[in-house]
């Protein structure tokens, strides 16, 4: 709305004004520029797989291995109990 409307018409054709009507405002400090962050280090190992799939296959062999002489000695233990049971039985 115009003058006529009873607001005031703002020129803003006219330079800003400091905080203090007339003072200049301080000019502004430039930013420091930025240092550019260093790159990372590349963390490249080198791992021979070969080594790695080779034990894991050496311990499954261990494992089954070991599963079977278990079942193997559970029996013979299982046998030799009932032998003795039977031994037991006739000695009564």
Do not use: H, W, Y
Request: charged share 40%; no cysteine; glycine share 8%.
């Amino acid at each position: 709305m115009g003058p006529e409307g009873g607001e005031e018409e703002i020129d803003f054709s006219q330079e800003p004004m400091g905080p203090e009507g007339g003072e200049e405002m301080p000019a502004e400090e430039p930013m420091p520029a930025e240092e550019p962050m260093p790159e990372p280090a590349e963390d490249d190992i080198e791992v021979d797989v070969t080594s790695l799939v080779d034990g894991a296959k050496d311990a499954k062999k261990a494992a089954i291995k070991a599963m079977k002489v278990s079942k193997n000695t559970g029996e013979e233990l299982m046998s030799k109990l009932s032998d003795l049971e039977a031994k037991l039985a006739r000695m009564d």
